[in-house]
């Protein structure tokens, strides 16, 4: 047996094992007896050529040894098992490979390396890719493209190997090889556009369907900036709306939208963005607007007053709240009343309600229902009153309501026709009903300043006269009513605008905003008026009282 001498290791003498001599087995340049175990490692480029001076290691280890002038070497006498068997050398990437030794046998392992491997970058345009930053997997070396999107890379191991691509301002791309090879050609993505909406903002509430402006924009990697050809906008409820940067619709139907921005560069490659958003009509050029969702609060200069009832005692009547809403083409308007008997409170509200129809600028009242509640504590209402009032044809609620001034006088003449009844503990009214004629003359008077809660407003005044009953409005546009006056009540009755929700859109803020407010309220009334809950009459002449509340 002949044993040749390794260079020295970390002060470990290494083996090359040669065996020579009957019952021997034959593998590469040198012999292994038969019997033993063990791996042998043979190093060369693609073209054959060996590889000399590599240094062989195992994981878990074993020994280290090198490769000999004829690119072998042979790991002997190792225990049986599953190894990491890995070679290197100074300018070559590691390379490993897997080998199962068992008892009485011997693995081969063939390492080849390619000296040099052309790789090419491209992206699905056949554009080269140069600057681009190529890592493996397993590691091998760092390498950048050229001018021409290509890296020469050199002694790279023959085996899978995974490619990162790395780009500036790009996503990474990540590329399997099996099988590399002196060329090899990487296709990687061309860029998408980059697409923002800058208006409206995302779950914004556009106040107005007419001329709704939309900004945008788009920037492309290999195009820059986006032309406005190559913008679309589209809504998931009126299709395609036009293209641009700045796009200003028409008309955006009320409702709830997803507005899209869509960009294509000149890949024909797409983007998009989608922003969700609801679009109301809140008629800001409107002197009455009705839109859908909002609502007003006003304050009464007589919150307070007293009346006599059937019982002869004094009720004591505090307004606590007037609110009104709108719902869909319904004008709700709610008052709230405590009313105090002798030290006992119950409460009260009168639920009033318009339906209301729109047509050429003019607003009409096609009906009115009115519902009245009065309880204690949490019991159930002991009265309840239902009053509904038709108008034959539709009454002319107000005129021109873009440009109130445009007739300074109008009247309407209509047929009312009204049903009511009402339960008073278990008693239960018959149903009434009454035929009125009715002709509402409208002045229309010059604009001036309104002092509210809110702040002072620029107003057109209206005076609405009914046979002996005379209201005044003070209309806002784009608010609506902030003042009204009523001669029913001694002194007359005034009502100011406290807020509204659609105030946030107003246009032409108020003059300046006040703390303190607008009017004093006037002190308890002590008012003529005896109310019976036993008699119907009564009952209806008390309800028209209390409906002179009403902001309308």
């Known amino acids: ?35 033993s175990s063990g791996i042998t490692v043979t190093v060369q480029h693609d073209s054959g050529r060996l590889l000399p001076g590599f240094e062989i290691s195992t994981q878990p280890a074993t020994m280290r040894i090198f490769s000999d002038s004829t690119g072998y070497a042979a790991l002997v006498n190792i225990p049986k098992g599953t190894y990491e068997v890995s070679v290197k050398k100074a ?66 191991p023959q085996t899978p190997l995974q490619f990162t691509i790395k780009r500036a301002n790009y996503a990474d791309t990540i590329l399997e090889v099996p099988s590399l090879k002196p060329t090899v050609d990487l296709v990687v993505a061309s860029a998408s556009p980059i697409i923002t909406i800058i ?29 406005d050809s190559s913008l679309a906008w589209f809504s998931d409820r009126d299709g395609r709306l036009g293209s641009g940067q700045t796009l200003i619709v028409p008309y955006l139907s009320p409702g709830s939208h997803k507005i899209t921005l869509q960009g294509t560069d000149s890949d024909k490659k797409t ?44 009720e004591f009547w505090s307004l606590q709240n007037i609110s009104v809403r709108i719902d869909g ?9 405590d009313v105090t008997v002798q030290q006992v409170v119950t409460h009260r509200r009168l639920t009033l309600t318009d339906y ?106 209206l005076t609405i006269t009914q046979k002996n009953a005379v209201k005044k409005w003070s209309l806002t546009k784009g608010i609506g ?34 703390i303190e407010p607008a009017l004093n309220p006037i002190p308890p009334q002590h008012l003529n008026f005896e109310i019976d809950r036993t008699s119907f009459e009564s009952m209806r002449a008390f309800e028209k009282f209390l409906v002179g509340f009403c902001p309308r």
């Not at 002949?2 to 593998?27: E, N, Q, R």
């Open 1 to 35: 047996m002949k044993i040749k001498l390794s260079p020295v290791l970390s002060g470990i003498p290494i083996l090359f094992i040669i065996f020579s001599g009957c019952g021997k087995k034959t593998v590469g340049n040198d012999e292994i007896q038969q019997g």
């Open 356 to 461: 209301l129809e729109v047509e050429n600028g003019n607003i009409y009242i096609i009906k009115t229902t009115e519902n009245t509640k009065e309880w204690k504590g949490i019991m159930p209402p002991y009265l309840t009153m239902d009053v509904t009032t038709s108008y034959t044809p539709r009454y002319l609620f107000l005129k021109n309501t873009t440009d109130v001034q445009a007739e300074k006088h109008y009247e309407s003449t209509v047929q009312s026709e009204t049903i009511w009844s009402y339960i008073y503990y278990s008693e239960v009214s018959e149903n009434y009903h009454e035929i009125n004629i009715l002709t509402t003359s409208i002045q229309v008077e010059d604009e001036k300043s309104i002092q509210t809660d809110k702040g002072i407003f620029s107003a057109v005044n």
């Open 199 to 227: 208006s409206p903002i995302h779950d914004t509430v556009i106040p107005s369907p007419s001329n709704v402006k939309l900004t945008g924009g788009g920037y492309d990697l290999e195009d820059g900036v986006l032309p």
């Open 91 to 156: 300018d070559f990437p590691v390379f490993s490979k897997a080998a199962t030794v068992d008892i009485g046998e011997i693995q081969k392992i063939l390492f080849t390396y390619i000296p040099t491997v052309n790789v090419s970058i491209y992206d699905d345009t056949g554009r080269s890719c140069p600057g681009a930053k190529i890592l493996t997997k397993p590691p091998t070396f760092e390498f950048v493209t050229n001018q021409n999107g290509i890296a020469i890379c050199n002694n790279m």
């Open 481 to 514: 009513l902030v003042r009204t006056e009523d001669n029913a009540f001694n002194p007359s009755a005034v009502a100011v605008l406290r807020d509204a929700s659609i105030y946030r859109f107003y246009t032409l803020p108020a003059q300046k905003t006040v």
């Open 329 to 337: 083409f319904q004008r709700i308007t709610e008052l709230y009343w």
């Open 271 to 314: 983007s998009q963005t989608t922003i969700p958003v609801t679009v109301k009509d809140f008629q800001l050029n409107s002197y009455f607007p009705i839109p859908s969702g909002e609502t007003w609060s006003y304050r009464y200069m007589i919150p307070e007053f007293y009346i006599a009832n059937q019982d002869k005692n004094s």
